[in-house]
């Protein structure tokens, strides 16, 4: 009898938690940005929300917790509960980026999150004022090696990608331009339409309706491929600097110690969305890449790619606000 009992409790157990795992998701999933809204990253986050939860049938909002370069919003979800319900689409910046560049992080990137799916890359732009009379990098670089206390570049914020990727144009064409750090896009665009930097590093998004109405000027793109959105803008490796990429790649993930079954259910989802094709299309109108990656070795990459980009941080003199 006493048998009896246990396995009548083993399969009540069985089916309930079938039953629990068949019912995910059953509420409202937030889907944190950690950047602030109206930003290239933001865009992404409420086009992916919206796809999302039509695949999982249940709405998926998105929450903006910016700051501290990501890390405020970051550190949120890796201490949420790990129910599925509270994931956050970071970046390398989130992942990378400040990890190699803080002293003290709130969180290990490498072990505090579960990832659901690297999702693609944003590229950058090389852009100058209309003023600066250079029509391609090779006429930029000639420029400044002519005038090499004249020209300094702005990027979105210090230890940011495209605090990166103007590191890389230092180190692939052996100048020292200076660095001039702004707390955000808009401020950095601004200042390069108005003059008082020459030359800017800012996403593809934020690029294409300025070159479009010719208040700024791209003379390369810094991944590895054209964009859609600027087809005639060369890449920089195309324009001789071989190897050169600066992109800032996006992924979902959740806190650690999400379920198989939740974990297998959002990345099921989540894949369907990135294999659309309208969502293809809707994506490289913001400059984005799709890329589907489930990143089975989470730990192992991100600590390879925290440590580059350590080299590069101390061969270029980069440090976080």
Excluded at 64 to 77: E, L, M, Q
Excluded at 78 to 99: E, M, Q, R, W
């Amino acid at each position: 009898m006493k048998l009896l009992k246990r396995m009548v409790c083993a399969v009540v157990l069985a089916c309930t938690a079938m039953s629990a795992q068949a019912a995910y998701p059953e509420q409202t999933i937030t889907l944190i940005a950690p950047f602030p809204a109206g930003g290239a990253a933001d865009v992404i986050a409420r086009l992916l929300a919206k796809e999302l939860g039509d695949k999982l049938g249940k709405s998926v909002v998105v929450e903006n917790k910016s700051g501290a370069g990501s890390t405020i919003g970051a550190t949120y979800v890796a201490n949420a509960k790990p129910d599925g319900y509270t994931i956050l689409l970071g970046s390398n910046s989130t992942f990378v980026l400040n990890p190699a560049l803080m002293e003290k992080m709130p969180y290990d990137a490498s072990y505090a999150f579960d990832p659901i799916g690297k999702i693609g890359t944003l590229g950058l732009a090389l852009l100058v004022n209309p003023s600066v009379p250079a029509k391609s990098v090779a006429e930029l670089v000639a420029l400044i090696k002519a005038n090499p206390d004249k020209y300094s570049y702005g990027s979105y914020g210090n230890g940011t990608t495209s605090n990166f990727a103007g590191a890389l144009f230092n180190h692939f064409t052996g100048l020292n331009v200076t660095h001039v750090p702004y707390k955000g896009s808009a401020p950095e665009m601004n200042d390069l339409i108005g003059g008082q930097i020459p030359i800017a590093y800012d996403t593809i998004l934020a690029t294409t309706p300025q070159a479009r109405n010719g208040r700024v000027r791209p003379l390369a793109v810094t991944g590895l491929s054209r964009s859609e959105l600027l087809p005639g803008v060369p890449t920089m490796d195309e324009s001789g600097y071989k190897g050169y990429e600066a992109v800032a790649w996006q992924a979902i993930v959740a806190p650690k110690g999400l379920p198989k079954e939740v974990k297998d259910r959002l990345q099921k989802a989540l894949a369907d969305v990135i294999a659309d094709p309208a969502v293809k299309l809707k994506m490289q109108q913001t400059g984005f890449d799709l890329v589907w990656d489930t990143m089975p070795n989470w730990p192992e990459s991100i600590r390879a790619e925290i440590a580059e980009a350590k080299k590069i941080a101390a061969q270029a003199n980069i440090k976080a606000d």
